[in-house]
């Protein structure tokens, strides 16, 4: 079993920036990728940033040029780097992790609101 748990988030203006972080715990020695997927209210879950183990990227069409991910594959953590956030961006951000037996494992989130 994998456990992933995200911490940051919060509130900010719109143009402003904002960190949020997970950590991987547990069996991970499968895991080949982790990633950020979000979610706003009445929305499908779309994906953010995904990070595999050798440091390849990918980013959904939204973020790319404001949203940086980056892993740390010695302290089994990813983070998000969001800058010149907009209002749209406001959802809950879901950690994943990623097996490369097919398991995925997500963590239960952590709200980012974007307001003035």
């Known amino acids: 079993q994998v456990q992933v748990r995200e911490s940051g988030g919060g509130l900010v203006q719109p143009g402003g920036s904002l960190r949020v972080s997970c950590v991987a715990s547990g069996n991970i020695s499968n895991l080949y990728a982790m990633g950020w997927y979000r979610q706003a209210p009445g929305k499908q879950r779309e994906l953010v940033a995904i990070?595999?183990?050798?440091?390849?990227?990918r980013y959904g069409n939204s973020v790319k040029g404001r949203f940086t991910i980056s892993r740390d594959n010695t302290k089994n953590t990813v983070a998000l780097q969001m800058n010149n956030l907009k209002p749209e961006d406001t959802a809950v951000y879901l950690c994943?992790?990623?097996?490369?037996?097919?398991?995925?494992?997500w963590g239960q989130g952590t709200q980012v609101t974007v307001s003035s």
């Open positions: 994943s992790g990623f097996e490369e037996t097919g398991g995925i494992y």
């Open positions: 990070s595999g183990r050798d440091d390849s990227t």
